[in-house]
């Protein structure tokens, strides 16, 4: 079966400082894989994606995901935080193998908040 | 910037009442999809129109009604709902049907519905 993991509920840094957002996965194929955002009493805003190709997949807003195959993981990074970062974060993964099935399969979220 | 509009942004409805929600897009993008969030809790997705055809109702209750008018037209009509159904509901869009993994779905700045 596939699901997604965001090990962490809430990730604390400070601003200036390097962020990184947790997410493992599993699923049977090759996995799509989805960063969402989402600010205070808005709806979900598209960061990246990894399909294929290079591992390091850069996205909106400075921030880039690193796709491991053998450790499944694609932890969302950016090098340099600001408070205005202090959202909502979700992982989220599609199965290209899954038939019918390919719906996308969302992580719990993490809250991400960046103190000045 | 979102390129799915949805309307209206707040939706006050007692448990008797009828009401609708809309949502459109202009990316030429041919499945759509309504989903429904609770607060710090991932989507969940509702139902999802591929070419204007319902694909996929997630056993959501009748109460609920969707229905796809053209390609970038999404309404779900609303009745007879429950204090529980009171949640974000967010319209999506991604090119495509809805089973090309790749894809990735753009969400629009949701309807924010009270049930009373």
């Known amino acids: 079966a596939q699901s997604v993991a965001q090990p962490e509920d809430q990730v604390n840094v400070a601003e200036g400082n390097p962020l990184t957002v947790k997410c493992t996965y599993s699923v049977s194929g090759n996995p799509y894989l989805f960063w969402y955002v989402q600010y205070p009493n808005r709806g979900l805003q598209f960061l990246l994606k990894?399909?294929?190709?290079d591992n390091l997949v850069k996205g909106s807003y400075g921030f880039e995901a690193e796709f491991n195959k053998s450790q499944t993981s694609f932890h969302l990074k950016k090098p340099s935080a600001l408070v205005s970062d202090s959202a909502l974060y979700f992982c989220a993964v599609r199965d290209p193998s899954a038939g019918n099935n390919r719906k996308l399969i969302w992580g719990l979220g993490t809250s991400l908040a960046v103190n000045p | 910037d979102t390129e799915v509009t949805q309307t209206p942004k707040h939706l006050v409805m007692g448990m008797t009442n009828k009401k609708s929600l809309k949502c459109e897009q202009h990316m030429g993008h041919r499945a759509m999809y309504w989903y429904k969030q609770k607060a710090k809790k991932p989507p969940e997705l509702m139902f999802v129109y591929s070419y204007e055809k319902l694909s996929i109702n997630e056993s959501v209750p009748s109460r609920f009604s969707p229905e796809c008018p053209n390609s970038s037209l999404l309404n779900l009509h609303l009745h007879a709902l429950q204090p529980e159904d009171s949640a974000l509901y967010l319209c999506a869009s991604s090119q495509g049907s809805q089973g090309r993994a790749g894809n990735t779905i753009y969400f629009g700045e949701g309807s924010w519905l009270t049930v009373v």
């Open positions: 990894y399909i294929t190709g």
